[in-house]
């Protein structure tokens, strides 16, 4: 467990209060003036706002199914991620709650997603599914991997969800996150195809994390990347004798036609190259678990 764990727990239970408190009030009451396109655009900007408010303290998380892929790539460990899941069902359950002084149950419950009628639900938990796995393998792809371009990830993660709710939400309610779901559920008690949200979100997040490993350790790196410096380390170690050599030679010796010189390619070798793309992804400081939760 990371010593400032208040402090991580308290960031995580502000971004799923955030996106329970969002997320119901754009299904309801906004919903009315924005519709499916409005309530995708509310979802996915809270969840890109809050990572860039919040993300360099916790990761930013805000999603019990994001935190389930650190586990499974052991970026994160248990304690650190049972701690992690309790914020954000704590903070998720208290935006409930507050939502429900500040409206009716009536108005939580029209916010609580449910399968509706005409749809399988087999169907519902696939569709949750291969939208929680886009969500995670562009977290991975974007906050975790240090290559990515370090602003976009918020608003890449973003707008994945908003894409998702857009494609899905008729379906489930495009929730991609049981925290969302257990927030207004728990409120207005309202537990409805509850294992949907749950099952769903928890295998597609588990694969999108162990997917975007194997792809970034596949292979050793890309066509036409650099060698590793270790590999003309041989040749500058033979080039140094030499030209010592020639350093300390006697005035009277005959100095060699064409004395030994580095090359301009030996020397723009010798200049370190960047990681191979086979090395293990480094996570982003202001994206990753905490250094003592990896």
């Known amino acids: 467990m990371p010593k400032d764990w208040i402090r991580l727990a308290v960031a995580e239970a502000i971004g799923a209060f955030a996106l329970v408190f969002v997320g119901v009030l754009s299904l309801t009451i906004g919903f009315r003036a924005g519709g499916l396109v409005g309530a995708a655009f509310a979802y996915g900007l809270t969840v890109a706002v809050m990572i860039a408010a919040l993300g360099h303290i916790s990761g930013g998380h805000f999603n019990p199914a994001v935190t389930l892929g650190f586990v499974v790539t052991r970026r994160m460990n248990l304690p650190t991620a049972g701690m992690y899941w309790a914020a954000q069902l704590g903070g998720a359950a208290l935006a409930g709650l507050v939502t429900l002084a500040a409206t009716s149950r009536e108005v939580v419950a029209a916010g609580t997603p449910v399968v509706p009628e ?85 295998i597609g997040g588990a694969l999108g994390a162990l997917t975007y490993r194997w792809l970034t350790t596949a292979s050793s790196r890309p066509p036409g990347a650099p060698p590793p410096v270790h590999s003309v380390s041989a040749t500058t170690a033979a080039a140094a004798p030499t030209a010592q050599t020639a350093s300390v030679a006697p005035a009277t010796q005959t100095p060699p036609a064409s004395p030994p010189t580095a090359s301009p390619a030996g020397r723009q070798i010798e200049t370190p190259v960047g990681t191979p793309v086979g090395d293990p992804v480094g996570a982003r400081p202001s994206a990753g678990p905490p250094a003592s939760g990896s």
């Not at 938990?125 to 990515?148: K, N, P, S």
């Not at 379906?171 to 049981?178: D, I, K, Q, S």
């Not at 195809?193 to 979100?201: A, K, L, S």
């Open 118 to 202: 005409g749809v399988n639900v087999g169907s519902a938990i696939l569709l949750e599914l291969v939208a929680t796995f886009f969500l995670v393998l562009v977290v991975f792809g974007t906050a975790v991997d240090a290559r990515a371009p370090r602003s976009v990830y918020p608003f890449a993660i973003g707008l994945t969800l908003t894409v998702a709710v857009l494609a899905i939400g008729p379906a489930t309610g495009g929730v991609l996150n049981p925290a969302r779901w257990f927030g207004s559920g728990l409120a207005s008690w309202a537990w409805e195809d509850f294992y949907v949200y749950w099952v769903g979100p928890a």
